[in-house]
Nanobody, 115 residues
Framework: QVQLVESGGGLVQAGGSLRLSCAAS????????MTWYRQAPGKERELVAT???????NYADSVKGRFTISRDNTKNTVYLQMNSLKPEDTAVYYC?????????WGQGTQVTVSS
């Protein structure tokens, strides 16, 4: 059973930075995609950033130039570096891993950006 544990969320002022981590219980080599999603109150969950096993990345337009997704295969961890944070980035951030067609989700970490 794959387990994903997110950490690094918190309260930050607008313009600040946070780095989220998603630690997997096993090797992330077996995951063809790892993705960060977020869900704000009253809104649908939305894709934030994706990284493939080959290192290719993709970002939502709203975070391009501010967020960076990366992976450390030696630590079985994916990161989301978030800079220039805005109040509209406030949400619960979730990590998702895709192994073949099987998705696995973490429990989420809260990010709150104050104005």
């Amino acid at each position: 059973q794959v387990q994903l544990v997110e950490s690094g969320g918190g309260l930050v002022q607008a313009g600040g930075s946070l780095r989220l981590s998603c630690a997997a219980s096993g090797s992330i080599y077996s995951f063809n995609h790892m993705t960060w999603y977020r869900q704000a109150p009253g809104k649908e969950r939305e894709l934030v950033a994706t990284i493939t096993s080959g290192g290719s990345t993709n970002y939502a337009d709203s975070v391009k130039g501010r967020f960076t997704i990366s992976r450390d295969n030696t630590k079985n961890t994916v990161y989301l570096q978030m800079n220039s944070l805005k109040p509209e980035d406030t949400a619960v951030y979730y990590c998702k891993a895709l192994k073949g067609t099987q998705p696995y989700w973490g429990q989420g970490t809260q990010v709150t950006v104050s104005s």
